[in-house]
């Protein structure tokens, strides 16, 4: 195994990788740890195995607009979103992504370097609670 090949296997992040059909074709040991799968349990299945039901329509448009235009609006901005594991639980991700493109240029597939978010999510959902409960407060809400 090369090098590069040991740190995409051994890095605490998932790594994965999908074709422009949207199938798993590389899944690391981050990923297992991340999502509960095996690499065995989801190498040639959709991406679906890790999006929530109510964000797919939406993951389905912008991925066929990428693969197709080959261009990304991400770029390197960190992306947060909603994400299953295997048990079904729902927790928020970070991830950045980025596109695997032939000699020609056209997109082969994506690449996404993501970790756990869920901390973060929750540290801001509550002090946005706090700040919207002290505005009340100072306007003399009582509601």
């Given at each position: 195994m090369s090098i590069a090949e040991r740190i995409i296997q051994e890095a605490p992040d998932a790594i994965i990788v999908a074709d422009?059909?949207?199938k798993i074709t590389l899944w690391n040991a981050g990923a297992e740890r991340l999502f509960g799968y095996s690499a065995a349990e989801v190498?040639?299945?959709?991406?679906?195995?890790?999006?929530?039901?109510?964000?797919?329509?939406?993951?389905?448009?912008?991925?066929?607009?990428?693969m197709r235009t080959g261009v990304t609006r991400y770029g390197t901005q960190?992306?947060?979103?909603?994400?299953?594991?295997?048990?079904?639980?729902?927790?928020?991700?970070?991830f950045t992504v980025?596109?695997?493109k032939d000699s020609e240029g056209q997109?082969?597939?994506?690449f996404a370097i993501m970790r756990d978010d869920t901390e973060?999510?929750?540290?801001?959902?509550?002090l946005r609670k706090r700040v919207a409960d002290l505005e009340?407060?100072?306007?003399?809400?009582?509601s």
């Open positions: 422009s059909s949207g190498l040639s299945q959709t991406l679906d195995r890790i999006i929530p039901e109510a964000q797919r329509k939406r993951h389905w448009e912008g991925y066929s607009q990428v960190v992306l947060r979103v909603p994400a299953i594991r295997k048990d079904g639980s729902r927790f928020s991700i970070a980025g596109l695997l997109v082969e597939g994506i973060r999510f929750q540290t801001e959902r509550e009340r407060a100072a306007r003399g809400d009582r």
